[in-house]
């Protein structure tokens, strides 16, 4: 199956999971849009702004480039809405990848993962939060490559959605980690033969150290070009 027919696939089953969980997140996180609530930092940074080199400085050599793709535009209500977007495409990913079939299940995990204070914590972060956003799915979707493409194409595709996911914010190392994990710890309990969860591990320790590797290249030589 083409990657376009599994993305139409994906649509089409969990456009319920998307709506319901982009809905409850709005709702809930109504206040934070409506009275443009800002942390410190946001102040700072204010309503137009471009990465530069205090996000180098600290590894995210990927944010100025997701800033030049918003025209650098960070809009409390646009963010927010952009970020609760992408975090319930999230949730549509993972209920897709761990094949939970109930969908009373689906919904309820998609609300209980929208619901995390850390997310309404992240919109007061305009001017990043909806990179962070797609540092989430990116970090999802490499395992997601790592699993679903098979030989060395899986890997690199891997590789490279994770090296971005870094790019953008480092932390989602864990989430990325966590992925894993939990898939590991499913193919135990549906009692899948040790060898060929050695396999699995394998592969996922490669793409692991591939992604590492390249966004530390990555950020090498973007310190390097911009001096």
Known sequence: MSQSKKLKKLVFNYYHVFMITFFIGSVINLSVMCNELHNPDSIWKGDYSVSGSWELSLGRWALPF???????????????????????????????????????????????????????????????????????????????????????????AGGIGFMLSLG?????????????????????LRKIEWDEILKIIVRMAGFFLLGVGLYYGMMKTVLYVMN
């Open 66 to 156: 997701m800033d030049i793709l918003s025209g650098g535009i960070h809009s409390v209500v646009l963010s927010s809405l952009l970020t609760l977007g992408l975090l319930s495409f999230s949730t549509v990913l993972l209920v897709d990848f761990f094949q939970v079939k109930r969908r009373s299940v689906q919904v309820l995990a998609s609300i209980l993962f929208i619901l995390n204070p850390a997310i309404t914590f992240l919109l007061t972060y305009p001017y990043c939060s909806y990179a962070y956003a797609f540092a989430m799915v990116l970090s999802i979707v490499s395992v997601r490559c790592v699993i679903s493409i098979r030989g060395i194409k899986g890997i690199l």
């Open 168 to 188: 953008i914010y480092q932390a989602f190392l864990g989430s990325t980690a966590m992925v894993m994990l939990v898939y590991l710890i499913k193919c135990i």
